[in-house]
């Protein structure tokens, strides 16, 4: 896989400095982590709502995007709480991930 111009690391410093102008930054990675797992539940049920709703693809889409997009961001909140970053990191584990056995 090559680096086709994605940049995460520029999404880490917009959240960055987005938590600081919201006054998030001082939220504990603990309490990150169970704003991230209630997010994941909001994504569970969108899913689960469009699989029993007569919804358009494009409603279903912008509500599941909602959630994705609202756990990226509790993700990279938390990798920039330990200076992780996430887009060498994923290269890194793609990396890991070719030499394993998926069998």
Known sequence: MTNS??????YQEYIKNMEIERGFISNTVLQ???????????????IRKSEIKNKSRDEIAFEVGEELVDILIYTCAIANRYDINLEEMFHKKEELNKT???N
């Open 32 to 46: 990150k982590c169970l704003l991230l797992g209630e997010e994941v539940g909001e994504l569970f049920k969108a």
């Open 100 to 102: 394993r056995s998926w």
């Open 5 to 10: 111009g994605f940049d995460l690391s520029k």
